[in-house]
């Protein structure tokens, strides 16, 4: 039941992301521009990490330039797409492209695909093409291909955080790491587009993106990630794009398209099939 619990109230949390960051960015609702955004959230979520870590008892810094590179730029891109994209349109190609991330570099290490975890992928990219194809419902080309960038960063810092001893540590620290050049981006958008757009609200949605959905929300993921097998850790996280869709129609008034409902189901159905004969696979091989 524990476990159960941990697992829910962290889902929560990373499809909050999503709501949280498009209700503050959304066009014609200009709460707070995208790199303050990026830069309060990091900034919120690295201090929280800390806190925690401290109340924890500490633990060695374990992080990297490289992996914090990588938050930055998944971070930067999440703002920088919503403020184009619906939130159910973003959190379905940042989870698709995760998940090719994360399976198109097993493929480059030489594993072996079984022809269920090849319809699987196919099924997924074909979503994830049905979700981009140009039309009326189509989502915006600039901020889907942002979210798609945001998608594969997010891959490759999960790649490289495999096998951490201690995830809390390791993400406190390329939270730390990842407040200069968060802080560069802001700097360099006042050079672009002049002072920054931030009101109360915008910020206080910030704080609650990166202190609460990413950094109470991590803490609890990583709770409960030791008990939870790879696949079902996986699977489960087939709920972050559903809720984050559901929350975006009923809190924020985005639209439930046939485009999204067909891509989407495609894209989570297609991910599960590759999932399952991935993890069948590897049960065959261990005996």
């Known amino acids: 039941m524990k476990t159960a619990v941990l697992t829910v109230l962290a889902l929560m949390g990373f499809a909050a992301n999503s709501l949280l960051c ?30 925690l870590l401290r109340a924890r008892g500490g633990g060695e810094r374990r992080g990297s330039w490289g992996s914090a590179l990588a938050l930055f730029t998944y971070a930067a891109g999440f703002s920088l797409a919503y403020v184009r994209i619906p939130a159910g349109v973003g959190a379905l190609l940042l989870f698709g492209c995760v998940q090719a991330t994360m399976l198109g570099v097993g493929l480059f290490r030489g594993e072996r695909p079984r022809v269920l975890e090849w319809m699987g992928l196919a099924m997924a990219l074909g979503g994830l093409l049905v979700l981009r194809l140009p039309g009326a419902t189509a989502p915006d080309a600039l901020g889907a291909t942002l979210m798609a960038g945001a998608g594969v960063a997010w891959g490759v810092y999960s790649l490289r955080g495999r ?65 939870l097998t790879a696949l079902r ?45 991935r993890q069948r696979k590897a049960s065959a091989s261990s005996r």
Not at 24 to 51: C, K, P
Not at 213 to 224: E, F, K
């Open 233 to 277: 850790a996986a699977v489960v996280q087939l709920a972050v794009p559903v809720v984050a869709a559901a929350g975006g129609v009923l809190l924020l008034g985005e639209a439930l398209t046939p485009r999204l409902v067909g891509a989407g189901g495609a894209l989570l159905c297609g991910v599960l099939l590759a999932l399952t004969a």
């Open 22 to 51: 498009r209700a503050a960015l959304e066009n014609g609702a200009w709460r707070i521009d995208a790199a303050s955004f990026t830069s309060v959230r990091l900034l919120s979520g690295a201090l929280v990490l800390w806190l």
């Open 163 to 227: 096998g951490n001893a201690d995830p809390l540590a390791a993400t406190a620290d390329n939270f730390l790491r990842s407040v200069p050049m968060t802080l560069g981006l802001s700097a360099l958008a006042l050079l672009v587009q002049g002072a920054p757009r931030a009101t109360p609200a915008g910020v206080g949605l910030a704080v609650a993106s990166g202190a609460l959905a990413s950094g109470v929300g991590y803490s609890l993921w990583y709770a409960a990630l030791p008990h």
